[in-house]
């Protein structure tokens, strides 16, 4: 194992344990959107939305091209797309019922409930 920065992990960790942030990599995976359409189709504030999405940004999760509200992100698929592969590994090897559990359509529901909470834990 290569020697690794636990700021960096707990920084780019720190982005993805946010439910709101999670729930907008999930739209993220429709393509590209401005903050507006992310907003929308989370049925969030604007300002919410914008917020995580400059955390995801900071952390190299998302992409922007554009200017103000022309602007739009989308995941960034060179980091995106291990990690999603990385996941459905783990999934598979050592949580197998994780996927009869729910369907994706109760857990796309379960996202867009959890986004909605206003409870914000910021670590500095």
Do not use: W
């Not at 700021?7 to 729930?23: I, Q």
């Not at 602007?71 to 980091?79: A, C, G, H």
């Not at 409930?113 to 834990?121: P, R």
Request: glycine share 4%; charged share 30%; hydrophobic share 40%.
């Amino acid at each position: 194992m290569e020697n690794f920065s636990n700021e960096a992990y707990y920084l780019f960790f720190s982005a993805l344990a946010n439910r709101t942030r999670l729930a907008i990599i999930d739209v993220l995976k429709e393509g590209p959107k401005s903050i507006s359409g992310v907003s929308d189709a989370l049925e969030q504030d604007e300002s919410v939305v914008a917020y995580n999405i400059k955390r995801l940004e900071h952390s190299a999760l998302l992409r922007s091209v554009g200017s103000g509200k022309e602007k739009l992100y989308s995941l960034n698929m060179e980091i995106v797309e291990p990690l999603s592969e990385l996941l459905t590994f783990h999934t598979n090897k050592y949580c197998p019922d994780l996927k009869s559990c729910i369907t994706l359509e109760k857990l796309k529901e379960y996202m867009k409930k959890e986004a909605a909470k206003e409870t914000f834990i910021e670590h500095a």
